[in-house]
């Protein structure tokens, strides 16, 4: 997929004694998106920006061992091994031939160094450069920067695109705003500004612009543009929408002092497992303590400043913990982290809360399982029929605020909430709308300049396909029961010679929360990869038989 962009000069940090100033080139080929203020809370956006760069950079897959060296080696003295395996069994002259054969190729390997090493030494040289200078290239894409009338928040992708992060400052951490205009837009990023960020200093005025004047229009210089084309991955695109899916989902929340993250920071430190399995095991009990089991080597962890306030006793497993490193650097100025979890090998959710500065982390299920592999959240995402003139007209009122709650937007509108959060999920699937876990609050986010090719990014599941098929074949027979909590059903799906028996229920803002089947797909994978197709099935039969009884 490609991206066109054109950034109206390069970003920079301009530093002396006595003052900073940060300015951000954004794309002009979007809509005019900008923000002029001065800093406030200084070495707090110091550290919160820093722990963002953590993530961009951040690439947990793992890497093979070069072994191209000792391969070498062994070829060379595979021949020298089979004379010595030999040698008793020849006489001394076929010895003394061997010796001097020996000596003979040493001198060769000695003169074959000598040569080589200014080249290794050159190459060596040349990689180190690229790392330290020249990472740009190796970002997939710049960072997401969107301008709100409450806040101005940042978004990105690790390199591996198994974490997310996302870095909210409200105007409070701002002393001057001076001027600012709501959008969305792509910020030209270099690995160099990182190091210029750690010159903010608290005595330092510091200026924080995303550059207007970018949006000039320049005919006699024209050359001040830069034009950057990036051939995007889908996965790349597919993640963020993913991750805006599974924001929406229900999940177990909790609250962690910073002193039991730093717990968590410095065991991961100390000790590295080398066999699995490599994971946190929350063991959370009502009015108790909760209580960290790391595996395998079986540590625990009891954050006595931390009570678990549900109602029901849980033990979930995340894996992928070594991405927790990257709040270490916000323990420090974090008054409390809240942590959300979709439940055992499913993403989960690390809020830090910094005052008037607000850091998520978004981790996929494991970091070998990036957030557009396996995991489709978009099928467990609120999926009410709402018609197109309907949707649009809920996504125009969304934009005249920039964010609000579901319950208000339905009540503004006079429609009921369910409409409301099925038309605005479907417009978090297409990258127009993201939700705050933080807040609560569905914002407008337009993740792309043009409209994105949705039927490539959804990929229209194929399990989605099965269960169309099913439908068409009218082998389901639904059984539904309603309650004050939502919706239970279950159904019998003939398929393939068998019977299979899947059941499901979904809450008051339709979204699937619980789910069982019978097949093979579900009993190896649970609910890690999305619904089997018959609970697919089950759920969009249901919502096809209601639907015409609603008009």
Avoid at 241 to 264: C, G, K, R, W
Wanted: hydrophobic share 35%; with cysteine; charged share 25%.
């Amino acid at each position: 997929m490609l991206f066109n962009y054109k950034y109206g000069g390069s970003s920079s940090i301009v530093s002396n004694t006595s003052s900073v100033g940060v300015s951000f080139a954004p794309d002009t080929l979007r809509e005019p998106t900008y923000f002029v203020g001065k800093l406030n809370k200084k070495i707090a956006f110091r550290e919160a920006i820093s722990a963002l760069h953590d993530v961009v950079v951040s690439d947990m897959r793992f890497k093979p061992k070069d072994k191209t060296a000792y391969k070498e080696w062994v070829a060379q003295q595979e021949g020298i091994f089979l004379a010595e395996f030999l040698e008793s069994y020849n006489v001394e002259s076929v010895k003394a031939r061997i010796e001097a054969i020996r000596q003979e190729l040493r001198g060769l390997n000695q003169e074959r160094d000598r040569i080589l090493s200014p080249f290794y030494r050159a190459q060596r040289r040349y990689f180190d450069y690229l790392y330290l200078r020249d990472r740009d290239a190796w970002m997939v894409l710049d960072p997401v920067i969107t301008v709100h009338p409450d806040e101005v928040f940042f978004e990105c992708f690790s390199q591996d695109e198994s974490t997310y992060g996302k870095l909210e400052s409200s105007y409070n951490v701002f002393k001057e705003i001076n001027e600012f205009q709501c959008g969305t837009t792509n910020i030209d990023y270099s690995s160099g500004l990182y190091n210029e960020f750690q010159k903010i200093r608290d005595y330092k005025e510091t200026d924080f612009k995303i550059d207007p004047t970018g949006f000039a229009v320049k005919t006699t210089n024209e050359t001040e543009f830069k034009e950057v084309k990036i051939d995007v991955p889908d996965s790349w695109v597919r993640g963020f929408l993913q991750v805006s899916s599974a924001m929406t989902l229900p999940t177990t929340s909790f609250e962690l002092h910073p002193m039991d993250v730093y717990n968590i920071c410095l065991l991961l430190r100390r000790f590295k497992e080398k066999t699995g399995p490599r994971s946190i095991k929350f063991i959370l009990k009502p009015d108790e303590p909760i209580v960290l089991l790391f595996e395998p080597f079986n540590k625990e962890i009891v954050c006595n400043r931390s009570i678990f306030k549900g109602s029901t006793p849980q033990t979930i497993r995340v894996w992928g913990r070594r991405r927790l490193l990257i709040l270490e650097r916000l323990i420090a100025i974090t008054k409390r982290f809240t942590v959300h979890l979709l439940g055992s090998g499913l993403p989960s959710f690390f809020i830090a809360d910094l005052g008037d500065m607000t850091f998520t982390l978004g981790l996929s299920g494991w970091s070998a399982n990036d957030w557009s592999r396996v995991g489709n959240f978009d099928l467990m995402a609120p999926r009410a029929e709402v018609d197109g003139f309907l949707s649009q007209t809920i996504y125009n009122a969304l934009r005249e605020n920039w964010y609000e709650k579901p319950d208000s937007l339905a009540k503004r509108l006079n429609i009921d909430t369910k409409t409301v959060l099925g038309a605005l999920g479907t417009f978090t699937q297409a990258g127009k709308t993201i939700f705050d876990l933080n807040l609560g609050v569905y914002r407008i986010r337009e993740l792309s300049r043009d409209p994105l090719p949705i039927h490539k990014l959804r990929f229209d599941n194929p399990r989605e396909e099965a269960a169309r098929l099913l439908i068409k074949n009218n082998n389901i027979h639904i059984n539904a029961q309603s309650s004050s909590d939502g919706l239970s059903m279950s159904a019998t799906i003939k398929s393939g010679g068998r019977t299979f028996k899947p059941s499901l229920f979904i809450d008051n803002d339709e979204r699937l929360v619980q789910a069982r089947c019978d097949c093979d797909f579900y009993i190896s994978n649970k609910l890690y990869k999305g619904p089997c197709e018959h609970v697919l099935a089950t759920r969009i039969a249901y919502i096809e038989k209601k639907t015409p009884s609603q008009f």
